[in-house]
């Protein structure tokens, strides 16, 4: 696996090695690499690096012909994500709408999209609702009274979509998030190919993905989290569209030599600015429906604006600028329109809420500024918008001061090792019944519980070093971007530690984790160049790896779609005391 770290240019003036700070010298034995030691060459492959390719000697070891050998490699960029993601599907739409009930907060949001799309904003059930929902398979009346909920519309208007088309029942509500669950796993694997130059590490991070516990079960459940990681994964991977858009201009517009090779030039970098980014646009919508899904969807929008810029400083060093900080400038103020792209997407997301009548009969506090708010310094604002941020006001402190305690709950220490997981679900169905084996001899456990695949996520805490090590002292970009996923979804929550958390909040930087995983298991399968030794011991310690994840995901799979098993062989999947 190479570098293609964005700082790796040869800049003029800089100290030669024997002049280097004494810091720099002692970082080496680290495997610091400074950027006056990259490779010279034309900096277009340096900008926009070649994909890699199976080496012949693979191909003539599986006797296939050289002209079947280019049709393959040429397809596989998309035909090996596609058979990734169909394995996904299958296994995600399996008996979708198993178990028949209303698991864990698939009581509110199950409930609030089918009010949604019916009448635009939430209302309160009765306390029966479930019952009646599964008993009259979605034929009851929705009620009228506005319902208080602390969290935006859009994932609920995902949920609701498949309701509309499957019915008021589980399939349809557990319909749109495991479709959307089946897409992120394409949407990886294409963004991990196109990241590390690799399709065989794209599918290995988009396999890994398909077999992880806590994306399987958030897949099969209608939660906002879900719906969440899918907004941010696809923001993420316009990002990257877009960093190689703006560098693939930028290599066209730099002049070549004599050999027809592309050198740095510090005129040419410091005067291109690209104005028009398209994908940039795009990211911006998908971040307003992230935080249209869930609030913490500011954190990325703002995680992903730093490091597009960052982005932009690096390219301008690559190619030579003198002043890469100072002309990045422009390039921040352009990533600034993912902001009010963003809030005008968030806002008509609430567009139901608004339409709904003011006169105390629609939506929740939606008559707030004719009545309690009525008047005061802000009151040339139209009435709906300061009954949204009054709104928007009391939902903030109800997230800030949320301590009521949960059997569930866990600290965001524990969510890498997987600490506390969630049982969305559990029976114990006696002998001969609900799929408990009549040979049982007693009752048997039948259990939805959100956890990741143990192995992953162990594998997990070690890649997140190498990530770390390998965008501080190696400055690679693909580990800094990694490293920022994972850092936007996570740190924020150690900020909430006395707040009612979950560990499934974490799927939301989960694609991140396998990013780091497939890094990692690049790194032990060896760089380009290695020797066949090197190679077949490094191959050989990544398929195991693999082929453990996988058969980890395997074990725990009864537990993940609700299947009666026998209480021993549930009692022996419960690893840690803190599992049960």
Same mark, same amino acid.
């Given at each position: 696996?190479?570098?293609?770290?964005?700082?790796?240019?040869?800049?003029?003036?800089?100290?030669?090695?024997?002049?280097?700070?004494?810091?720099?010298?002692?970082?080496?034995?680290?495997?610091?690499?400074?950027?006056?030691?990259?490779?010279?060459?034309?900096?277009?492959?340096?900008?926009?690096?070649?994909?890699?390719?199976?080496?012949?000697?693979?191909?003539?070891?599986?006797?296939?012909?050289?002209?079947?050998?280019?049709?393959?490699?040429?397809?596989?960029?998309?035909?090996?994500?596609?058979?990734?993601?169909?394995?996904?599907?299958?296994?995600?739409?399996?008996?979708?709408?198993?178990?028949?009930?209303?698991?864990?907060?698939?009581?509110?949001?199950?409930?609030?999209?089918?009010?949604?799309?019916?009448?635009?904003?939430?209302?309160?059930?009765?306390?029966?609702?479930?019952?009646?929902?599964?008993?009259?398979?979605?034929?009851?009346?929705?009620?009228?009274?506005?319902?208080?909920?602390?969290?935006?519309?859009?994932?609920?208007?995902?949920?609701?979509?498949?309701?509309?088309?499957?019915?008021?029942?589980?399939?349809?509500?557990?319909?749109?998030?495991?479709?959307?669950?089946?897409?992120?796993?394409?949407?990886?694997?294409?963004?991990?190919?196109?990241?590390?130059?690799?399709?065989?590490?794209?599918?290995?991070?988009?396999?890994?993905?398909?077999?992880?516990?806590?994306?399987?079960?958030?897949?099969?459940?209608?939660?906002?989290?879900?719906?969440?990681?899918?907004?941010?994964?696809?923001?993420?991977?316009?990002?990257?569209?877009?960093?190689?858009?703006?560098?693939?201009?930028?290599?066209?517009?730099?002049?070549?030599?004599?050999?027809?090779?592309?050198?740095?030039?510090?005129?040419?970098?410091?005067?291109?600015?690209?104005?028009?980014?398209?994908?940039?646009?795009?990211?911006?919508?998908?971040?307003?429906?992230?935080?249209?899904?869930?609030?913490?969807?500011?954190?990325?929008?703002?995680?992903?604006?730093?490091?597009?810029?960052?982005?932009?400083?690096?390219?301008?060093?690559?190619?030579?600028?003198?002043?890469?900080?100072?002309?990045?400038?422009?390039?921040?103020?352009?990533?600034?329109?993912?902001?009010?792209?963003?809030?005008?997407?968030?806002?008509?997301?609430?567009?139901?809420?608004?339409?709904?009548?003011?006169?105390?009969?629609?939506?929740?506090?939606?008559?707030?500024?004719?009545?309690?708010?009525?008047?005061?310094?802000?009151?040339?604002?139209?009435?709906?918008?300061?009954?949204?941020?009054?709104?928007?006001?009391?939902?903030?402190?109800?997230?800030?001061?949320?301590?009521?305690?949960?059997?569930?709950?866990?600290?965001?220490?524990?969510?890498? &090792? $997987?600490? !506390?997981?969630?049982?969305?679900?559990?029976?114990?169905?006696?002998?001969? %019944?609900? /799929?408990?084996? +009549? @040979?049982?001899?007693?009752?048997?456990?039948?259990?939805?519980?959100?956890?990741?695949?143990?192995?992953?996520?162990?594998?997990?805490?070690?890649?997140?070093?190498? &990530? $770390?090590? !390998?965008?501080?002292?190696?400055?690679?970009?693909?580990?800094?971007?990694? %490293?920022? /996923?994972?850092? +936007? @979804?996570?740190?924020?929550?150690?900020?909430?530690?006395?707040?009612?958390?979950?560990?499934?909040?974490?799927?939301?930087?989960?694609?991140?984790?396998?990013?780091? &995983?497939?890094?990692?298991?690049?790194?032990?399968?060896?760089?380009?160049?290695?020797?066949?030794?090197?190679?077949?011991?490094?191959?050989?310690?990544?398929?195991?790896?693999?082929?453990?994840?996988?058969?980890?995901?395997?074990?725990?799979?009864?537990?993940?779609?609700?299947?009666?098993?026998?209480?021993?062989?549930?009692?022996?999947?419960?690893?840690?005391?803190?599992?049960?």
């Amino acid at each position: 696996m190479t570098s293609t770290a964005s700082s790796t240019d040869l800049r003029q003036g800089q100290a030669p090695h024997d002049q280097r700070t004494s810091w720099q010298r002692r970082l080496r034995r680290f495997g610091y690499t400074p950027a006056t030691d990259a490779p010279a060459g034309d900096v277009r492959d340096r900008l926009v690096p070649p994909y890699t390719e199976p080496s012949p000697r693979l191909w003539q070891a599986l006797g296939v012909p050289p002209v079947l050998a280019a049709r393959i490699t040429r397809w596989s960029g998309w035909g090996g994500p596609l058979l990734v993601t169909l394995m996904a599907a299958l296994m995600r739409f399996w008996h979708l709408g198993s178990p028949r009930a209303v698991i864990f907060d698939e009581t509110y949001y199950a409930k609030d999209a089918w009010a949604l799309v019916h009448r635009g904003y939430e209302v309160n059930w009765d306390k029966n609702a479930n019952d009646l929902v599964l008993q009259t398979h979605g034929h009851l009346a929705i009620p009228s009274d506005a319902a208080y909920v602390v969290h935006p519309p859009v994932g609920k208007y995902v949920i609701g979509l498949g309701e509309l088309m499957f019915g008021f029942n589980p399939f349809g509500w557990r319909f749109m998030t495991a479709l959307l669950g089946t897409l992120s796993v394409l949407l990886l694997c294409r963004i991990g190919r196109r990241m590390f130059r690799s399709t065989f590490l794209g599918c290995l991070a988009g396999a890994l993905m398909a077999v992880d516990g806590l994306h399987f079960v958030m897949s099969r459940t209608s939660l906002l989290d879900g719906v969440l990681m899918f907004f941010v994964l696809a923001a993420f991977g316009c990002l990257v569209l877009d960093r190689d858009y703006a560098r693939a201009r930028l290599a066209a517009a730099l002049p070549a030599d004599a050999d027809g090779r592309v050198r740095p030039d510090a005129h040419t970098t410091d005067s291109f600015f690209l104005l028009w980014r398209p994908w940039r646009l795009v990211a911006g919508v998908l971040l307003g429906l992230a935080v249209g899904t869930k609030w913490n969807g500011l954190y990325f929008l703002i995680a992903f604006f730093v490091m597009s810029v960052l982005w932009d400083v690096g390219t301008r060093k690559v190619a030579g600028g003198r002043r890469p900080y100072l002309a990045s400038l422009v390039d921040a103020v352009v990533a600034f329109v993912m902001f009010p792209v963003a809030v005008a997407v968030y806002l008509a997301s609430w567009l139901g809420w608004i339409l709904s009548p003011a006169d105390g009969t629609g939506g929740y506090f939606r008559n707030w500024a004719a009545t309690e708010g009525k008047g005061g310094h802000w009151a040339f604002l139209p009435d709906w918008l300061r009954s949204l941020w009054h709104y928007e006001h009391e939902v903030y402190n109800f997230h800030v001061h949320l301590s009521s305690p949960h059997t569930y709950q866990s600290n965001p220490w524990s969510w890498i &090792v $997987l600490g !506390r997981p969630v049982s969305y679900f559990y029976e114990s169905p006696s002998p001969g %019944a609900d /799929g408990c084996p +009549a @040979g049982a001899g007693q009752k048997c456990a039948r259990e939805v519980l959100a956890i990741g695949t143990p192995l992953l996520w162990w594998a997990a805490c070690f890649a997140i070093g190498y &990530v $770390l090590w !390998r965008w501080l002292l190696r400055r690679d970009w693909r580990a800094g971007a990694i %490293a920022c /996923g994972i850092a +936007a @979804g996570y740190l924020p929550w150690f900020l909430y530690q006395e707040r009612t958390i979950f560990l499934f909040y974490a799927v939301v930087f989960l694609p991140f984790l396998c990013l780091a &995983v497939a890094m990692l298991i690049g790194a032990v399968v060896g760089p380009p160049g290695s020797s066949d030794t090197r190679r077949v011991i490094g191959a050989s310690a990544a398929g195991v790896l693999v082929l453990l994840i996988a058969w980890n995901f395997i074990y725990f799979w009864p537990l993940y779609t609700g299947q009666a098993i026998p209480i021993d062989s549930w009692r022996s999947r419960m690893w840690l005391d803190t599992w049960v």
